[in-house]
């Protein structure tokens, strides 16, 4: 299977060329291409020795890491059972499913203090349960990367529109792209939206695969990631985190209610199986926060927030929604009431923010009693805190924007909708397929 270029590509690249590098922890859900990635680092490698802990032709190696704590005779052993020596500066070394071995996770700080020199990185599909339950992990040692589903713009370069990609990349409120490469770019995020991030899903489209192949891609992944959940936590029944999923699915684009979940679990029981769901890196938190300085998560108020999957095309693959209404009409605002076009800008705002920390969204709402308001995302723009209404079509009231603008006395707000690049008085237009950009626009404009 032809790889897809993601970007995270360069940023591995760059970690391998450092003169310092510590071992690379590469975080994400399962089956968002973190294992192909690194393979195709390794092709950069005069050699690649990939472990798979999960792969019982591995056996043997999980016994090496359970018997030594010494970074160089783990080496020595895995090159003289696998014949494959292990050469600092030459061998990229990959410890896949890390989580089935903690002796590995531990030993990442061992390369690090006696093996610098050496490139290794480890990834694992339920790797942050693994974490949780070392007590002693290798805090300062280990440099992470998450790494999430296709964005839009990977899209774009993965399905060979690099041209469209530049354009889009360099319009802007003040520079719009022009009606007819507005009107393809909308057509294509109306696909991309149907199929979602999920690279066996990309690859299908990118293959010829037609759109319904792609759903039944997707049908096999959503059937992997229910069978996942009898693995989380044995004192969470899979039944209750599948129930959960299903409400969170259900209250996409609104506060997360806890008695409308489910009734055969208390508060404590559903939180414990959202939190659980949050660390397999399926569902995203966006909290509440006041907003009136950063950073943001200094404000927050947990008992408030949203709480949306990581992926669109496995959105509306569980909930059946219409798709000749998204391909043909588009009508996306009377799709799911607009919750699929909030979703996307907030799965979008997730993957265009630094990879080195765990991805945070926040939204803002009045406080005030008998005074409704609320805006769907506050981001951090350069110096500003902005915030970011999101319209499924090209019209709709801003008055919670206008609203938030007055009281926080902050000097524009950004609306996503249908419509292409455009500004009116304090409000910034960007079209939805744009929403990854955002915040690299007002980046850009600050170091110029």
């Not at 529109?161 to 719009?176: D, I, T, V, W, Y």
């Not at 929604?321 to 076009?341: C, T, Y």
């Not at 800008?345 to 709402?365: D, F, T």
Request: charged share 25%; glycine share 6%; aromatic share 10%.
């Amino acid at each position: 299977m032809q790889y897809l270029q993601r970007n995270i590509d360069s940023e591995l690249v760059e970690w391998k060329n450092a003169v310092a590098h510590k071992p690379l922890l590469l975080r994400g859900a399962r089956q968002v291409g973190k294992s192909s990635a690194v393979r195709e680092l390794g092709k950069q490698f005069d050699s690649f020795f990939e472990i798979n802990f999960e792969n019982k032709d591995f056996a043997s190696a999980k016994k090496i890491f359970e018997r030594h704590s010494n970074s160089h005779a783990i080496c020595d052993e895995l090159g003289s059972i696998f014949t494959m020596p292990i050469v600092a500066g030459r061998t990229l070394l990959f410890l896949d499913e890390i989580q089935s071995c903690p002796e590995a996770i531990q030993a990442l700080r061992y390369f690090y203090e006696q093996m610098p020199e050496l490139h290794v990185i480890a990834a694992g599909s339920l790797l942050e349960f693994a974490i949780r339950k070392i007590p002693t992990f290798a805090v300062g040692r280990v440099r992470s990367m998450y790494m999430y589903p296709f964005s839009f713009e990977e899209f774009l370069r993965a399905t060979g529109k690099k041209s469209l990609l530049e354009k889009l990349q360099r319009a802007s409120p003040e520079n719009p792209l022009s009606d007819e490469i507005h009107t393809k770019l909308r057509e294509i995020f109306l696909r991309f939206i149907v199929l979602g991030g999920m690279p066996e899903v990309v690859s299908k489209h990118e293959s010829g695969g037609s759109l319904l192949d792609c759903q039944y891609v997707l049908d096999e992944l959503i059937d992997t990631l229910f069978s996942d959940f009898a693995k989380y936590k044995q004192r969470v029944p899979a039944t209750r985190l599948e129930e959960v999923f299903s409400a969170i699915i259900a209250q996409t684009g609104q506060k997360f209610t806890y008695s409308q979940a489910i009734t055969s679990a208390n508060q404590v029981q559903i939180k414990e199986s959202i939190d659980l769901l949050k660390m397999a890196g399926l569902v995203y938190d966006v909290t509440h926060s006041s907003a009136n300085g950063f950073p943001l998560a200094a404000e927050t108020n947990s008992r408030y927030r949203k709480l949306m999957l990581l992926d669109t095309g496995i959105f509306q693959r569980i909930l059946r929604l219409d798709l000749a209404s998204l391909m043909l009409d588009e009508k996306i605002e009377q799709i799911n009431k607009g919750a699929l076009a909030e979703m996307f800008v907030g799965i979008e705002l997730v993957k265009s923010q630094n990879n080195r920390l765990p991805a945070e969204l926040y939204y803002w709402q009045r406080e005030k009693t008998g005074s409704a308001a609320e805006v769907d995302y506050v981001i951090q723009c350069g110096q500003d805190i902005v915030p970011v209404e999101v319209k499924a079509g090209t019209k709709g009231s801003m008055q919670s924007m206008f609203l938030f603008l007055e009281e926080k006395e902050r000097p524009y707000g950004i609306r996503c909708s249908l419509e292409n690049f455009n500004q009116f008085q304090n409000i910034k237009i960007f079209p939805l397929y744009a929403a990854g950009g955002i915040q690299r626009t007002f980046s850009e404009k600050v170091i110029q």
